[in-house]
């Protein structure tokens, strides 16, 4: 069975910095995709990046950016720059290629200092 | 705004009840995925309905169940309700994004709670 596991339930920045949340997975599979989810205290889930595993190239989407090592199954989200409104819980999720279900890490708490 | 929309957002119930929760996905979209988050098990998945038919399920208790309409539109059933059931239950539906790419959108809640 395929799992998620965010090692870092707290972290955090200086505003203005930059920080690297961890991520780790398991999975047989070879074709899968990963992805950052941003939750914010309004409880939504935002998309922030996501990875397909067949790529070799890092996603980056603006200050946003992730670290994918395929061998070592790890998958980590750089943040630029930190600002206020990037205070909330991430959470690294998975898929398979072949459905659909995301499987979730636990969540790291980002706490940015003013 | 994702599209998502969901109802109730909040929702206060007793021990031994049963509620319905309501989905209406983007536009477009004939997936609809039903997630729920609590502080004992985290985010998890439930079932996922394609165009009216179940497609996949996951770790969805026998006292739950699942339906999609015609019109797309999607119910998550609690039975039964257990004091453990209080939860953040999102539903989520699947399209394509800018880049043609299938992605999962979130609609806001509903935030249950089993008193």
């Known amino acids: 069975a395929q799992t998620v596991t965010q090692s870092q339930p707290e972290m955090s920045v200086q505003e203005a910095e930059t920080v690297t949340l961890s991520c780790t997975y398991d999975t047989s599979e070879s074709d899968y995709y990963l992805f950052w989810y941003k939750q914010p205290p309004s409880r939504q889930m935002i998309l922030v990046i996501r990875?397909?595993?067949?790529k070799q190239q890092n996603a980056t989407e603006n200050r946003f950016s992730v670290n994918f090592q395929k061998a070592a199954k790890s998958f980590s989200l750089k943040i630029s720059d930190s600002q206020l409104g990037d205070a909330a819980m991430y959470f690294c999720a998975y898929r398979r290629a072949s459905n659909y279900q995301l499987i979730w890490g636990a969540g790291t708490k980002l706490i940015i200092k003013p | 705004d994702s599209g998502v929309t969901q109802t109730p957002k909040h929702l206060i119930t007793a021990t031994g009840q049963r509620v319905t929760l309501r989905c209406s996905p983007r536009s477009g979209d004939l997936s609809v995925y039903w997630y729920q988050q609590s502080l004992d098990q985290g985010l998890q998945f439930l079932i996922q309905?394609?165009?009216?038919?179940?497609?996949a399920k996951g770790n969805i208790l026998e006292r739950f169940s699942a339906q999609q309409f015609p019109d797309l539109h999607s119910e998550l059933n609690l039975s039964s309700l257990e004091l453990g059931d209080s939860a953040l239950y999102f539903c989520?539906?699947?399209?394509?994004?800018?880049?043609?790419?299938?992605?999962?959108?979130f609609g806001p809640g509903t935030r249950l709670l089993v008193l």
């Open positions: 990875q397909e595993a067949y």
């Open positions: 989520a539906s699947s399209g394509l994004d800018r880049a043609g790419r299938e992605t999962q959108y």
């Open positions: 309905y394609y165009n009216g038919e179940e497609r």
